[in-house]
């Protein structure tokens, strides 16, 4: 997988977080970043959530009313 362009940001980070971060020898570039990435997914995953509710919920009104589709032939 190809390398995504890079940009620096000024980020101001509590000191103490960095220095313990450095004295176990965290990369705080990384751990931001992977940090951000974790945010951003949760964020999207919320809006998603709220986008499809009628839908969900429709979903699962179904289910209880007429049970789960196929459910006849499920195994277990």
Avoid: C
């Avoid at 103490?16 to 951003?40: F, K, P, T």
């Avoid at 964020?43 to 179904?62: G, H, L, M, P, T």
Wanted: proline letters at 4%; a neutral charge; charged letters at 30%.
């Amino acid at each position: 997988m190809a390398s995504q362009p890079r940009k620096t940001a000024a980020v101001p980070l509590d000191q103490s977080l960095i220095a313990e971060a450095r004295d176990l020898s965290i990369d705080v570039a990384h751990a931001a970043e992977e940090g951000i990435a974790q945010a951003i997914k949760a964020e999207k995953e919320r809006r998603w959530r709220i986008e499809n509710a009628d839908a969900i919920r429709a979903a699962n009104e179904y289910v209880e009313k007429h049970g789960l589709p196929l459910a006849r032939y499920r195994q277990f």
